[in-house]
Structure formats: structure tokens, C-alpha cells
């Protein structure tokens, strides 16, 4: 399983828990493709093409793999991927060193 680092901070304080599942089951498509993104260390960015808010893993984001341009969002010469999202007043960053993430020379997402 892959590793990442993360962080958490609202915009205008430090906090540590999870946003409350009332305010996540709530949450439209429209404002998540608005305050989220996956993006590379390179710069390339997508937005969710597909949310779930709860099921038994918890609430799901999905992003496409391909960008616009039709090239790949990640290949190996990427180090970092990270995912952003803001819920209310609180804000989630995390970090994925793709490094950690390659099994038998391959990228494995």
C-alpha cells in the first residue's frame, strides 16, 4: 500500500478531524469540482470526474487519467502527486511520493 504525507489546515486555523459526514454527504458535484484537484509535480491538474460521498471505505473521489491534450496526468517522470480539497472552512492536503508507489518497475495507482 502506497504512502503519503498529508496536512490539514482549515483557512484560518490548525485542526486534526475529519470534516463531520453531514457536511460531506451534503456536498455537491459542482462545489467539489471547484475546490479539488489532483495535480502533479509538474503542474499538470485535474479535477474530480466522479465523487462518492460514503460507502464502506468512505467517501471516494475519482479523477480522470488522461489530460486534456490526450497525454497521461502521471508517467515516471513524476515525483509527486498531491490531492487538495476544501470542505467548508477546512482544507485537506496530501502528498504521494510516486516513488514509493512503483512495484517491479512499474507505477502502480
Given at each position: 500500500?502506497?504512502?503519503?504525507?498529508?496536512?490539514?489546515?482549515?483557512?484560518?486555523?490548525?485542526?486534526?478531524?475529519?470534516?463531520?459526514?453531514?457536511?460531506?454527504?451534503?456536498?455537491?458535484?459542482?462545489?467539489?469540482?471547484?475546490d479539488t484537484n489532483l495535480s502533479?509535480?509538474?503542474?499538470?491538474?485535474v479535477s474530480p470526474a466522479r465523487?462518492?460521498?460514503?460507502?464502506?471505505?468512505?467517501?471516494?473521489?475519482?479523477?480522470?487519467?488522461?489530460?486534456?491534450?490526450?497525454?497521461?496526468?502521471?508517467?515516471?517522470?513524476?515525483?509527486?502527486?498531491?490531492?487538495?480539497?476544501?470542505?467548508?472552512?477546512?482544507?485537506?492536503?496530501?502528498?504521494?511520493?510516486?516513488?514509493?508507489?512503483?512495484?517491479?518497475?512499474?507505477?502502480?495507482?
Amino acid at each position: 500500500m502506497a504512502t503519503g504525507s498529508s496536512s490539514t489546515q482549515p483557512v484560518s486555523q490548525q485542526w486534526s478531524e475529519e470534516p463531520p459526514p453531514d457536511k460531506v454527504t451534503r456536498l455537491r458535484f459542482s462545489d467539489l469540482v471547484r475546490d479539488t484537484n489532483l495535480s502533479t509535480d509538474s503542474g499538470e491538474r485535474v479535477s474530480p470526474a466522479r465523487f462518492v460521498p460514503r460507502d464502506r471505505a468512505g467517501a471516494k473521489f475519482y479523477f480522470p487519467r488522461i489530460l486534456p491534450d490526450g497525454s497521461a496526468l502521471i508517467s515516471k517522470a513524476h515525483k509527486e502527486l498531491r490531492f487538495e480539497t476544501r470542505i467548508g472552512d477546512q482544507r485537506l492536503k496530501v502528498r504521494f511520493d510516486l516513488r514509493k508507489m512503483v512495484y517491479k518497475g512499474r507505477l502502480e495507482l
